[in-house]
């Protein structure tokens, strides 16, 4: 892998796995990150990356959507392995309206993997990270194994779950060189503050009210970042092609729990509100999510047992580097939530 596209590299993970592959990992290549900078996509998350590895990060602002230009991109820049990143990924956007979602997370993963067909002596893998919201909604017990039947829920992963199955076809029609990653829920440094973690933490610190669906019942299975960052890297180089691998934290919580650490984190690490650690207080039942999944719980075994990857960071460490980042990251935070961030992006990259 000596020229690896990383699709959505401006987004949080991608951000975040381009951040470990340059400073931490042992890549030695050329990381060519093609984004098209959607409310979601964020240069800013990258700029010292630009400044310190020069030759070594190439951004251009492009939609994978666009085969032609596409095309271009990876014959120009003689790409020779693809991490598949790019798409529409909040749930209640999509529940919203689902059209960019198929566009991007279908029509654009199947340009890409028929761009990778027509290089099929260049191209030596594409990696497709996807979620474990495929699988649909668990009950109390159980967890999601690779071969758990898809039954997505949402517009957003239902999308996902159509462009599993066109990479997984293409291996099996086209004898591609795919490998797939299905993770669960991630928190960590440049997520976009709409999700749960990130928006939590700013109301909170802000004294803002802490909307929380339904009855705060719904668990998610929390993936610190880099542990996921390490977890590609590692199915990247050694993963079985054709092969997918779950991706989870083994970290379990219902989301009132979740927000009720963020409030006492925040208390402890924030005391410009004077409410004497009350921020619990600012939590506030809202109308649930439709179609709201109840359990996502991951069985990342198969990872563990042949590739002897584990998560290393637990939710409590995690999520205090998370709050920190975020309470130190003013300018990043304001920047992505003004509306003057859209246009000035209109004006540097067109
Ligand atoms: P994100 O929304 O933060 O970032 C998505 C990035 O893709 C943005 O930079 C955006 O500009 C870019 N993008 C969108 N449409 C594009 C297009 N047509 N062409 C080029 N770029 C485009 O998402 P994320 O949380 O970083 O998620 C990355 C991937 O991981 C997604 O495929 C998502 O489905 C998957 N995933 C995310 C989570 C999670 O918890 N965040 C969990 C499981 C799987
Ligand atoms: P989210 O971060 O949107 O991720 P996903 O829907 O992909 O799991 O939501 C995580 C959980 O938190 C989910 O059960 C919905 C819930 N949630 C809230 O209760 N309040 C909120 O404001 C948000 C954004 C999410």
Partial sequence: MNNLLVTGG????????????????????????????????????????????????????????????????????????ICHFAAESHVDRSIAS??????TNILGTHTLLELMRERAKTIALFHHISTDEVFGSLGADGFFTEDTPYRPNSPYSASKAASDHLVRAYHETYGLP??????????????FPEKLIPLMILNAREGKP????????????????????????????????????????RNEMPNLEVVQLICGMVDELDDRLSSGGLRKGLIAFVKDRPGHDRR??????????????KPE??????????????????????????????????????
Avoid at 98 to 103: A, G, H, L, S, T
Avoid at 329 to 347: D, T
Wanted: proline share 2%.
């Fill in 10 to 81: 401006c987004g949080f993970i991608g951000a975040n796995f381009i951040r470990y592959l340059l400073e931490e990992s042992d890549f030695k290549g050329r990381v060519i990150n093609v984004d098209k900078l959607t409310y979601a996509g964020n240069p800013l998350s990258l700029t010292d990356i630009e400044k310190r590895f020069g030759v070594r990060y190439v951004f251009v602002k492009e939609d994978i959507c666009e085969r032609r230009r596409m095309g271009e991109v990876l014959d120009r820049y003689q790409v020779d392995s």
């Fill in 296 to 309: 996502y719980a991951i069985d990342c075994s198969r990872m563990e047992s042949t590739l002897g990857w």
């Fill in 313 to 350: 960071e637990s939710f409590e460490s995690g999520l205090r580097k998370t709050i920190r980042w975020y309470l130190e990251n003013n300018e990043w935070v304001s920047q992505v939530r003004s509306g003057a961030y859209q246009a000035w992006i209109q004006a540097h990259y067109g």
């Fill in 210 to 249: 802490l909307p929380v669906y339904g009855d705060g019942l719904n668990v998610r299975d929390w993936l610190y970042v880099r542990d996921h960052c390490t977890a590609i890297w590692t199915i990247m180089k050694h993963g079985r092609r054709g092969s997918t691998y779950n991706v989870g934290g």
């Fill in 178 to 191: 795919v490998t797939i990653s299905n993770c669960s829920n991630n928190y960590g440094p440049f997520q």
């Fill in 98 to 103: 689902p059209d960019e979602f198929i566009r």
